[in-house]
């Protein structure tokens, strides 16, 4: 039993002295009467809050295992998560899914899966796997999934393409809830997609936006990630007369170690909604009860008989700074430190062995030209902080039938080498805006097939850092004279098997070398991840070509004026 606390009650939005009945993990009862126990928890001077909930989050963009990023949050109040996992899935398919609900049984954290809804994302890139009616069906039948995934081809379900609307039939015929992505979608278009059965989005950007879909009928996800920060635009929604607050959840969609170890999860998204004006309860709201009814979480959401004991005991509202986390009734966390026990979990051959890809040699990144001194080439541009990027045309030299790179006009080399099928598929192009004045950088984490992507200004340094990212089967490299950092991201490319802090450490020595070879952007690996997108405009390079996105075509990377 606890007694003595402060009890927030999130259904009536009231704050009033209450002692919580506890067995086998369950609430039993609320009241202010005193009950029988065999163990009591004095709370007085604390805050009884509902376990937080982080409504969209796609795990593996924290770079760390899913039992790991349990140990990381639940110290910072995060009692649950809903997950869509189509990083591993593009990776690695339903059996990579499978891998990680294995593990979510495992740990304190409960994890809810919404399945993925764009495996592959498109046709243009090669993917490692493909998610379809078949496979939709048989997860539907986990108990850990609670709907479809954010539906990103918006397009496809605006002008009704049938393997899309079945995806989404499907899963309403099975009472499951069926996530959106549609950013700037307004008017018929967006009365076309909510009416095909989609309920939610989280990539609103102004509060004129939210509040369109809201009153149209969608659940609202506020997004503070690590990429993309929405609060500070969507919080001017609850200045408007009416009951936003009860449409509304909070979201991080990717939230990467560093920011977790300094900023904290879903505690810091609520400090940074109560320093921004708004009440404490409704912070507490959108990350409680509002996702739990919106995913029908049965057992989470609220301080109530019945429902799961995932309370947290918080000194102050406004600050929100958790002391102590109960999950299922068992004490998890204590003033910042995870005191509960997670056991190793072992990751198959099926989600670690995924790179498959020959050794590279310089000349693989060779772009050939005739007998020209010079052409005009196609070039990716990269914007600072965003993910479009433009198309800019820049005459470069030809040496020796080959397309140099000018790295004093910040024109780097990039490549794109396909991973999972063994088609020895390489995209080549040229980039601007990274500021590259020398050696190379690569990834195997790169949107959304994650194949291997790198940037150099010469090929050498390119084939050191595919390279060594085939021999780690994943990671982040950078490589200049045979020196060569690396991050290993063992399990599907995309995740590491380290702690959070050495991750975050790791990632820091990355971005200091990146940095020495004259990168001046801040997240240079994140903005190198999305340049393989092919559904985000303007121009990207896949394994199998330079791609237009506004033109929905690929195009030669040699211009003919």
């Known amino acids: 039993m606890i007694e003595n606390g402060a009890l927030v009650n999130v259904c009536t939005s009231e704050i009033y002295g209450a002692n919580v009945g506890i067995k086998s993990g369950k609430i039993t009862c609320v009241g202010d009467k005193k009950m029988s126990a065999e163990e009591t928890v004095n709370a007085r001077g604390y805050y009884l809050v509902p376990g937080l909930i982080d409504a969209h989050i796609h795990i593996e963009s924290s770079m760390i295992t899913l039992s790991e990023f349990a140990r990381t949050v639940i110290p910072h109040g995060t009692a649950a998560i809903v997950t869509d996992p189509h990083e591993i899935a593009n990776v690695a398919g339903i059996e990579g899914i499978k891998v990680l609900v294995e593990e979510s049984r495992k740990i304190p954290l409960k994890v809810y899966f919404t399945i993925p809804s764009c495996v592959p994302s498109t046709p243009f890139e090669t993917s490692g796997a493909e998610i379809g009616i078949k496979e939709i069906e048989e997860m539907l039948s986990w108990k850990e999934v609670v709907g479809l995934g954010e539906v990103m081809n918006f397009h496809g379900v605006i002008n009704s393409d049938p393997e899309v609307l079945e995806k989404i039939r499907v899963v309403k015929e099975m009472r499951g809830v069926v996530d959106g992505h549609c950013p700037g979608l307004s008017g018929e278009a967006l009365n076309a997609y909510i009416s095909a059965g989609v309920q939610s989005d989280h990539e609103s950007t102004t509060a004129g936006e939210g509040l369109e879909k809201i009153r149209s009928g969608m659940r609202l996800m506020i997004r503070e990630g690590s990429a993309a920060k929405n609060l500070g635009s969507l919080s001017g929604i609850f200045d408007f007369p009416g009951e936003y607050a009860g449409r509304c959840m909070l979201a991080t969609d990717d939230r990467h170690p560093g920011d977790l170890i300094s900023e904290g999860h879903m505690d810091g ?142 024109v780097a080399r990039i490549a794109v080498a396909e991973r999972h099928k063994g088609t020895g598929n390489i995209g080549l192009g040229f980039v601007s805006g990274f500021g590259l004045k020398k050696g190379a950088f690569a990834s195997s984490v790169a949107h959304d097939s994650h194949n291997i992507i790198v940037v150099g200004s010469n090929e050498n340094d390119m084939c050191d850092a595919v390279n060594k990212i085939i021999e780690t089967r994943g990671g982040m490299v950078v490589a200049h004279n045979r020196e060569i950092h690396c991050l290993k991201l063992p399990i599907a490319g995309l995740i590491s098997d380290m702690k959070a802090e050495e991750v975050n450490e790791k990632l820091g020595v990355l971005h200091r070398e990146v940095k020495k070879l004259g990168v001046k952007m801040e997240s240079p690996f994140m903005a190198l991840s999305f340049l393989a997108l092919p559904v985000i405009p303007r121009l990207k390079l896949t394994d199998k070509g330079l791609f237009d996105v506004e033109r929905f075509k690929f195009v030669d990377l040699v211009v003919n004026l």
Do not use: W
């Open 269 to 410: 998204i609520i400090r940074k909604s109560v320093s921004g004006g708004m009440d404490p309860v409704d912070a507490i709201k959108l990350a409680t009860i509002n996702p739990a009814e919106y995913f029908h979480l049965e057992n989470s959401g609220y301080i109530a008989p019945g429902k799961d004991a995932d309370i947290l005991f918080v000194s102050d509202l406004e600050d929100f700074r958790v002391e102590k986390v109960m999950i299922k009734g068992k004490i998890t966390a204590e003033k910042g430190r995870f005191i509960s026990k997670l056991l190793s979990f072992p990751y198959p051959g099926s989600v670690t062995n995924t790179v498959n890809l020959k050794r590279v040699s310089p000349g693989s990144f060779n772009i050939l030209a005739g007998k020209e001194n010079k052409v005009d080439v196609r070039v990716i541009g990269v914007i600072g902080g965003e993910i479009l990027t433009d198309e800019r045309i820049e005459c470069l030299q030809v040496r020796d039938n080959k397309i140099l790179p000018d790295p004093g006009r910040d």
